[in-house]
């Protein structure tokens, strides 16, 4: 996986590219928060095709669609300031998750959230994570099913300390 952040005005933008151990791509992503850390937009491209989901309306829904060769689905799910949007276990999207508030638990304490999964193959499934807070900055999320599952620790900055990244402002003269 090679990654990178950047700070600006308008909040954060990650970008992620994994690849297969013979160097063929497999994803890239591009997730993009508020500067009080909500989910603002996600943009998965994978061999399966592209996928784009913005939180949007009133009740608020998450909206995008999916392309294929085969043809576009559009996409229309309940969303909430208590949903995350996890793609398997990315670091990234974790990141974004614990950085939204969304989880509003203290060290030691665990709760029950509502997920949005995203997988490779760009399909889309409504889900029930445990996310606890095992130290000031660590945090584990599980699938509550038994699938995908994460250990994440982020700096003050909230970007995961377990794997190195570059960062630089969004704008051209602000701090980054």
């Given at each position: 996986m090679v990654w990178t952040v950047a700070d600006g005005s308008r909040g954060r933008?990650?970008?992620a590219v994994t690849t297969h151990g013979d160097g063929r791509m497999e994803a890239a992503l591009l997730v993009e928060a508020?500067?009080?850390?909500r989910l603002v937009k996600l943009e998965?491209?994978?061999g399966e095709g592209l996928l784009t989901l913005h939180p949007e309306g009133?009740?608020?829904?998450?909206h995008g669609n999916v392309v294929?060769?085969?043809?576009?689905?559009?996409?229309?799910?309940?969303w909430s300031a208590d949903h995350l949007l996890m793609v398997g276990?990315?670091?990234?999207?974790?990141?974004?998750?614990v950085a939204s508030g969304a989880v509003g638990v203290g060290v030691g304490e665990g709760a029950g959230?509502?997920?949005?999964?995203?997988?490779?193959?760009l399909r889309l499934r409504a889900a029930t994570w445990r996310v606890?807070?095992?130290a000031e900055r660590r945090w584990r999320l599980l699938a509550a099913d038994g699938g995908a599952s994460l250990l994440l620790e982020v700096d003050a900055a909230g970007i995961p300390t377990a794997v190195r990244a570059e960062s630089w402002p969004l704008e051209e003269g602000s701090r980054g």
């Amino acid at each position: 996986m090679v990654w990178t952040v950047a700070d600006g005005s308008r909040g954060r933008r990650w970008r992620a590219v994994t690849t297969h151990g013979d160097g063929r791509m497999e994803a890239a992503l591009l997730v993009e928060a508020a500067p009080d850390g909500r989910l603002v937009k996600l943009e998965l491209a994978t061999g399966e095709g592209l996928l784009t989901l913005h939180p949007e309306g009133d009740p608020v829904r998450l909206h995008g669609n999916v392309v294929r060769a085969s043809g576009i689905d559009h996409v229309s799910l309940p969303w909430s300031a208590d949903h995350l949007l996890m793609v398997g276990a990315s670091p990234m999207t974790a990141a974004v998750a614990v950085a939204s508030g969304a989880v509003g638990v203290g060290v030691g304490e665990g709760a029950g959230v509502p997920v949005v999964e995203v997988g490779i193959d760009l399909r889309l499934r409504a889900a029930t994570w445990r996310v606890a807070r095992v130290a000031e900055r660590r945090w584990r999320l599980l699938a509550a099913d038994g699938g995908a599952s994460l250990l994440l620790e982020v700096d003050a900055a909230g970007i995961p300390t377990a794997v190195r990244a570059e960062s630089w402002p969004l704008e051209e003269g602000s701090r980054g």
